[in-house]
């Protein structure tokens, strides 16, 4: 059973960056894909990004493209979600999520990954 284990959120005013880590354990791969998914208060959560396991392949909502990166290193079983030029609309708990055993199905909704992190929160202020 793999267990997903987020940090880097914190508090940072709009224009400013973070990064965002998503460390896995219990397996043998963060799976196929890895996404990163958001929840802001009173909404549904939503698709960020996603990386494929070789890393080349990388997907973004269109609202974070030019300004998020998502990244993942196999060996160390850790991704990255690189946050730039944040915006208070970005305030969230941001999850990470495994598709894991690797199927390769899709990355676009929650119902494609099988385990999931804890979340860390993300607040951008104005």
């Known amino acids: 059973q793999l267990q997903l284990v987020e940090s880097g959120g914190g508090l940072v005013q709009a224009g400013g960056s973070l990064r965002l880590s998503c460390a896995a354990s219990?397996?043998?791969?963060?799976?196929?894909?890895t996404g990163w998914f958001r929840q802001a208060p009173g909404k549904a959560r939503e698709f960020v990004a996603a990386?494929?396991?070789?890393?080349?392949?990388?997907f973004y909502t269109d609202s974070v493209k030019g300004r998020f990166t998502i990244s993942r290193d196999s060996a160390k079983k850790t991704a990255y979600l690189q946050m730039n030029s944040l915006k208070p609309e970005d305030t969230a708990v941001y999850y990470c999520?495994?598709?894991?055993?690797?199927?390769?199905?899709?990355?676009?909704?929650?119902?494609?990954?099988?385990?999931w992190g804890q979340g860390t929160q993300v607040t951008v202020s104005s």
């Open positions: 219990g397996g043998t791969s963060l799976g196929y894909f």
């Open positions: 990386v494929t396991s070789n890393g080349l392949s990388t």
């Open positions: 999520a495994a598709d894991y055993p690797p199927v390769s199905g899709g990355y676009l909704h929650e119902y494609n990954y099988d385990y």
